[in-house]
Structures are given as structure tokens and as C-alpha cells.
């Protein structure tokens, strides 16, 4: 697991723990099932009080919120990087994954120029990880070492880790 997601995790269960269970049902909106669910009865017998759920429900909706926006931040960077590698608009990507079509249907033989940027891509994410603190040097080797097959699967449109979607 990422030390990120890790911290993240660990974080998220103590906030829960300590902090109550309202907030979370409303942040995840989630009813009857899940940790919400579970520690629900702490907040009706008086263990955990309305105003600690409210501050959970905002923490978790600020974190939501930025690895959201993260997300679609590296979203639009990598669209860019295979607009730029194929010499069309961005606007012809997002159309091509609308219609249905792999990067490689719309890289045609520029594929492995695609596959090599997007590698290069990747992996300086993963060094940025590093960098940051976010991940440790064997995780970010264990990582590297998938990343030709899972930007391949992704480029070719194939289900499973790194595929289509």
C-alpha cells in the first residue's frame, strides 16, 4: 500500500473512531452499511456528539474534494502529453474515448512513441512520489517495474490493471 494511502487510511480511521459517525454517513453517502453503519450507535449513545460528525463529515469531504481535483489534474496532463505525442487537439482524444476507441486506434503507428511518453510520464509521477515522501524507493521500484505493461494494457484498450477506463 502507498504511504500515501496508507497515512490517509490510518488517518480516516482514527478521525472516524474518535470523532463519530453522522458526518461520515453524510461525506460518504453511505446508509445502512460500511463504517458509518458501524459506529452510527456510538453517536446515539452520547459516546460521540453531533458537532464531532459534522467536523468528520468536513474533513473527508476536503479530502475528497482534493484528490478529486488531483485526479483531474493529471487527467488533463496526461491527455495533453498524448495530444502533443500524436500531433492532434485534445479535443480529438477526448472525442476518440467518447467513440469508443483505444489510444492505439488513434495513435495507429505512432504506438510505441505514445507508449514510451506515457512510460516516461508514469514514472516521473512515481519519482515526484518519492521525492515528496509519498512513497518509498522500493515501492516506487515495485511500481516502475509494471508500469510498461500497464501503460501498454491502457493503450490498447485491455480490461484488468492500467486497461480501459
Do not use: C, W, Y
Not at 485534445?90 to 511518453?117: F, I, N, W
Request: proline residues 1%; aromatic residues 0%.
Amino acid at each position: 500500500m502507498k504511504l500515501h494511502k496508507r497515512a490517509v487510511a490510518i488517518g480516516s480511521v482514527a478521525a472516524v473512531l474518535t470523532l463519530g459517525t453522522a458526518g461520515l454517513v453524510a461525506a460518504a453517502g453511505v446508509q445502512g452499511n460500511g463504517p458509518a453503519s458501524a459506529l452510527s450507535g456510538l453517536v446515539s449513545d452520547g459516546t460521540l456528539t453531533q458537532a464531532q460528525a459534522d467536523k468528520v463529515a468536513e474533513a473527508l469531504k476536503a479530502q475528497r474534494d482534493a484528490m478529486h481535483k488531483e485526479r483531474q489534474a493529471d487527467r488533463a496532463e496526461m491527455e495533453a502529453l498524448v495530444a502533443k505525442t500524436l500531433g492532434i487537439s485534445e479535443a480529438d482524444v477526448q472525442q476518440a474515448h467518447k467513440d469508443g476507441k483505444s489510444l492505439a486506434d488513434l495513435a495507429g503507428d505512432k504506438r510505441d512513441e505514445l507508449v514510451a511518453a506515457m512510460v516516461a510520464f508514469a514514472n516521473a509521477k512515481i519519482d515526484e512520489g518519492v521525492k515528496e515522501g509519498k512513497l518509498t524507493q522500493a515501492q516506487a521500484d515495485k511500481m516502475k517495474a509494471n508500469t510498461q505493461k500497464r501503460v501498454e494494457n491502457r493503450v490498447d484498450g485491455k480490461g484488468g490493471p492500467g486497461g480501459k477506463g
